[in-house]
């Protein structure tokens, strides 16, 4: 091959895998990006504010599309090919935005963010997958690390972006912008990727059974926490019937795994043992990681009577501190080892937890008196992201170290499955019994009408006790779901510790 050929075949790669990158991105953002829309969603389609449960299957659809489908469309790109997969799945996002701009109403709005999620899942396993096509083992690490960092550039930048599109266009801009933004990227991966040729032999087998198997265990899940009337109890009439269901399939997906000829999650030679421990704490992460998007924003906009600017002014304490918390995780890693950093990073994330649980609802006056001088009660949340920032290179690190070479593409999206999957689980759950806590503290507290009152003071004073009344009714309930989240991060603080890669060969489990 000619230098000249030489560079247009390295010029085309790098197109290629920037055009991937642009569409892992692009998922990541949606994932976050109605953090900061919560306000203009709450009042275009009407939503009460004593209704906010209204609101979690916005959020929730969509991880439960991008986590179901991740798996099966990352092995069914190895079937039909790397290109017509990201074809189709940024066809599909366009779908979804087109559905999710034009929504007047939250089944609507819900039904277009699962489209999108779902063909937002195959975006990250496919573009690692090319990269591992495209480049040889010891020449792609960097690109691999590249297209994670694309990925996580989207929980940092969801909400900031999705906030300055809706202030110059309205919400429903954050997803028209998707349309041409995918086009582009479909257009790019055209002309760039390669055709692929087809091998004369019979092609990889898709785990279809198996997939369904997963998706039906998250949907079961997710259907049984998500309770449209949470004054009465936690879980909806079918909630226990939808759990156990979610159970038996989970228990049907591992027996199948441990007999299918093709797997999708295959575990040969696989140190079992950190591997499984580096999910678990990717999900305890994750469930955190959440939580706090979702409530820090609600605690804001619902207690401090700010928008969604304000609110996501106030996250950026959290979203600047996240990335800092992963470079100095990296860097903290290769001194120290990867799970005594992440024991670290979560147990800093309890602290802030802790301290975030005992904010009061003038948080924005008030400082945390240290004797020689004080800060800001704001700069938990700093703590926080930072505790939370510092897991997310050693458990990527530890996937890798622990998993064939041929497996570290699959592997890397484990760790993101496992992070979204707690991202699903954590908010559904504590949602569900946040919202019920929230209806029984109010459940005695009548609204005051006005014909009632035989004067305008006697109103104005009975509806000030109402509204004080649902005011500390609302931060019990934060209160409580971030000493949760707390409780969770010591968790995964636990579990961290089984993140040692030196595993005995009883860890590595043989096909």
Same mark, same amino acid.
């Given at each position: 091959?000619?230098?000249? =050929?030489?560079?247009? %075949?390295?010029?085309? #790669?790098?197109?290629?895998? +920037?055009?991937? /990158?642009? *569409?892992?991105? !692009? &998922? ?103 990269? =591992?096509?495209?480049? %040889?083992?010891?020449? #792609?690490?960097?690109?691999? +690390?590249?297209? /994670?960092? *694309?990925?996580? !550039? &989207? ?121 499984? *421990? ?234």
């Amino acid at each position: 091959m000619t230098s000249d =050929a030489k560079t247009r %075949s390295r010029r085309g #790669r790098y197109v290629a895998i +920037g055009a991937g /990158g642009i *569409a892992v991105l !692009l &998922g990541a953002l949606d994932t976050y990006v109605v953090i900061g829309l919560l306000r203009d969603i709450i009042g275009d389609l009407k939503i009460p504010v004593n209704r906010l449960e209204r609101l979690t299957p916005i959020v929730t659809g969509y991880l439960l599309g991008y986590v179901a489908a991740m798996p099966l469309l990352g092995q069914a790109s190895d079937r039909f090919g790397r290109k017509l997969l990201l074809q189709l799945c940024l066809a599909g996002f366009v779908v979804g935005s087109v559905l999710s701009a034009l929504s007047a109403s939250v089944p609507a709005l819900v039904t277009g963010r699962l489209v999108q999620g779902i063909s937002s899942g195959a975006l990250l396993p496919v573009t690692m997958a090319l990269a =591992a096509d495209l480049w %040889s083992e010891h020449k #792609r690490a960097s690109v691999l +690390g590249g297209v /994670g960092a *694309a990925q996580e !550039l &989207g929980s940092v930048l969801g909400p900031i972006y999705g906030i300055a599109l809706a202030a110059a266009a309205g919400w429903r801009s954050v997803f028209w912008v998707n349309v041409p933004l995918a086009v582009l990227a479909m257009a790019a991966i055209a002309f760039a990727l390669p055709r692929e040729k087809r091998s004369a032999g019979p092609r990889p087998k898709v785990d279809v059974l198996g997939g369904v198997l997963l998706a039906v265990t998250l949907g079961l899940l997710v259907v049984g926490l998500d309770n449209p009337d949470p004054q009465v109890q936690v879980l909806p009439p079918w909630g226990t019937a939808c759990l156990v269901g979610a159970a038996v399939a989970l228990v049907a997906f591992v027996a199948w795994e441990a007999r299918a000829k093709t797997r999708l999650i295959d575990t040969a030679g696989v140190r079992l043992r950190p591997f499984l *421990a580096a999910l678990g704490v990717s999900l305890a992460a994750g469930a955190a990681l959440m939580v706090t998007l979702v409530d820090v924003d609600l605690f804001s906009q619902t207690l401090l009577n700010r928008n969604d600017q304000g609110s996501v002014s106030l996250l950026l304490r959290f979203l600047i501190a996240l990335p800092i918390g992963a470079v100095l995780g990296g860097l903290l890693a290769t001194r120290i080892g990867d799970r005594w950093v992440a024991v670290a990073g979560l147990v800093i994330a309890a602290c802030g937890y802790l301290l975030i649980s005992k904010w009061p609802i003038d948080v924005l006056t008030t400082r945390y008196d240290l004797g020689l001088f004080s800060l800001p009660r704001l700069d938990a949340l700093i703590v926080a992201g930072l505790g939370l920032g510092l897991v997310i290179a050693p458990l990527s690190s530890v996937a890798l170290k622990v998993v064939p070479a041929a497996q570290h593409g699959v592997a890397s999206a484990g760790v993101v499955v496992a992070r979204m999957t707690g991202m699903l689980v954590g908010v559904a759950a504590l949602s569900a019994w946040g919202l019920h806590r929230f209806h029984s503290l109010t459940a005695d507290l009548g609204t005051p009408i006005r014909v009632l009152f035989p004067t305008s003071q006697a109103y104005d004073q009975a509806l000030t006790t109402y509204l004080d009344a649902v005011r500390h009714a609302l931060l019990t309930e934060y209160s409580e779901i971030f000493l949760v989240t707390a409780g969770i991060c010591v968790l995964g603080a636990a579990l961290a510790l089984l993140l040692r890669t030196s595993s005995p060969k009883s860890d590595v489990v043989e096909s």
